[in-house]
T-cell receptor
């Protein structure tokens, strides 16, 4: 029973273009969503988050959009850079819980 | 200003042996979390601890797995009588307070069971 789904295992984009990574969730009790980035042989690194009371959060080149009615969020990276090449995990949390539920990740490759 | 330190980075055990994974949280962090990542999977929550207390162990297998975070020293994840299915990357994370998903992860401990 996968509550957080990232249906694209991989994504390839050209440097300078926009990268859009998608994430769907099934549990309507989730109220906080996060994106983590992971390089090989390293631990995940927090990237950006959004509360369910918002529909957009922006931090530099990274923007997360939340569509609660569709139970969908997306991470936009613009412009994409080769250093952005990594696996991106979407995660969600229920109010009152410290437990994060992760998707399986999307491997982003940004080609120079 | 060291980050979350995990050791060993790699551990090889034979079936039936014990595995002990250690995690030192970031300085000033009193909340520790353990996650497991199986091959081709996302991270799965195992346990959440504060100093000397297990707060949420709902992700821990009922047998063979235990965790502690003593008053002094690192947090320990202990797996007794390991089986091949325990082979995975085990990540520890810490945070300075509750109610944040912005966890700081260590580099992980990769357990291989022969």
């Amino acid at each position: 029973d996968q509550q957080v789904k990232q249906n694209s295992p991989s994504l390839s984009v050209q440097e300078g273009r926009i990268s859009i990574l998608n994430c769907d969730y099934t549990n309507s009790m989730f109220d906080y969503f996060l994106w983590y980035k992971k390089y090989p042989a390293e631990g995940p690194t927090f990237l950006i988050s959004i509360s369910s009371i918002k529909d957009k959060n922006e931090d530099g080149r990274f923007t997360v959009f939340l569509n609660k009615s569709a139970k969908h969020l997306s991470l936009h990276i613009v412009p994409s850079q080769p250093g952005d090449s990594a696996v991106y995990f979407c995660a969600a949390r229920k109010g009152g819980s410290e437990k994060l539920v992760f998707g399986k990740g999307t491997k982003l490759t940004v080609n120079p | 200003n060291a980050g979350v330190m995990q050791n060993p980075r790699h551990l090889v055990r034979r079936r039936g042996q014990e595995a002990r994974l250690r995690c030192s949280p970031m300085k000033g962090h009193s909340h520790v979390y353990w996650y497991r990542q199986l091959p081709e999977e996302g991270l799965k929550f195992m346990v959440y601890l504060q100093k000397e207390n297990i707060i949420d162990e709902s992700g821990m297998p009922k047998e063979r797995f235990s965790a502690e975070f003593p008053k002094e020293g690192p947090s320990i994840l202990r797996i007794q009588q390991v089986v091949r299915g325990d082979s995975a990357a085990y990540f520890c994370a810490s945070s300075p307070f509750q109610d944040t998903g912005e966890l700081f992860f260590g580099e992980g401990s990769r357990l291989t069971v022969l």
